[in-house]
């Protein structure tokens, strides 16, 4: 069993950055393939990013490609994600996910088998 604690989001003007945190308890985070995810209104959870359990697969969704950055720091719990020239159709709440098995990092929110609460991220035009 993990939780999963996000921080970090808010309301941010376009084209800015911030920094979303996501802190886990448990002895075993370092085996856990992490990911993050984005609910908007009346929408489905759509996958952002995931990083393996050692940092090195990362993979990301085609709308935050080549402006976010996943990282994880195993000796923290903590997985990060770092978003730039942020987009109002980036407004959504975002979510940390954990997945206990396998190498894969997959892009399905079915794969994962924990979550945290979610942070509202606000991005204003």
């Known amino acids: 069993q993990v939780q999963l604690v996000e921080s970090g989001g808010g309301l941010v003007q376009a084209g800015g950055s911030l920094i979303l945190s996501c802190a886990a308890s448990?002895?075993?985070?370092?085996?856990?393939?992490m990911g993050w995810f984005r609910q908007a209104p009346g929408k489905e959870h759509e996958f952002v990013a995931g990083?393996?359990?050692?940092?090195?697969?990362?993979y990301y969704a085609d709308s935050v490609k080549g402006r976010s950055t996943i990282a994880r720091d195993n000796a923290k719990n903590t997985v990060y994600l770092q978003m730039n020239s942020l987009k109002s159709e980036d407004t959504a709440v975002y979510y940390c996910?954990?997945?206990?098995?396998?190498?894969?990092?997959?892009?399905?929110?079915?794969?994962?088998?924990?979550w945290g609460q979610g942070t509202q991220v606000t991005v204003s035009s």
């Open positions: 996910a954990a997945r206990s098995v396998g190498y894969v990092v997959p892009d399905t929110a079915a794969d994962y088998d924990y």
């Open positions: 448990g002895r075993t985070f370092s085996s856990y393939t």
């Open positions: 990083i393996s359990w050692s940092g090195a697969t990362t």
